[in-house]
């Protein structure tokens, strides 16, 4: 698991976590579009315990070179303590990571 802090957050940040199957965010505030209610009403975090998913939608990141990003089918859990991008999901999509001492970050730019 790696992490990653931006500025769209508010303080809060991002981790990538290689164990996610989805991508989560507990601000509604960073969801650029109304969200979607589907048929999956709960996630399982990795400390077991199950959250309400309330809705997905998408949610833009800012990266520290500017770059804006998207992540789709957010999960927007309220009792979430951190924001999750999956890295499972970003390599089923077809994006390349890249790490290094100072940072880490993976997805595909928004035009």
Request: aromatic share 8%; hydrophobic share 35%; proline share 1%.
């Amino acid at each position: 698991m790696a992490s990653y802090k931006d500025n769209t957050s508010q303080g809060k940040g991002w981790i990538f976590d290689s164990s996610s199957a989805v991508h989560v965010c507990s601000q509604k505030e960073l969801f650029n579009n109304s969200l979607v209610t589907k048929e999956e009403k709960i996630v399982k975090m990795v400390d077991g315990s199950a959250c309400e998913v309330i809705g997905i939608g998408t949610v833009k990141i800012t990266g520290r070179d500017g770059t804006v990003r998207a992540l789709e089918a957010v999960r927007y859990v309220p009792e979430a303590w951190y924001n999750l991008i999956s890295m499972r999901v970003l390599d089923e999509e077809g994006c390349q990571s890249k790490c290094n001492k100072a940072s880490s970050y993976s997805a595909k730019e928004t035009r």
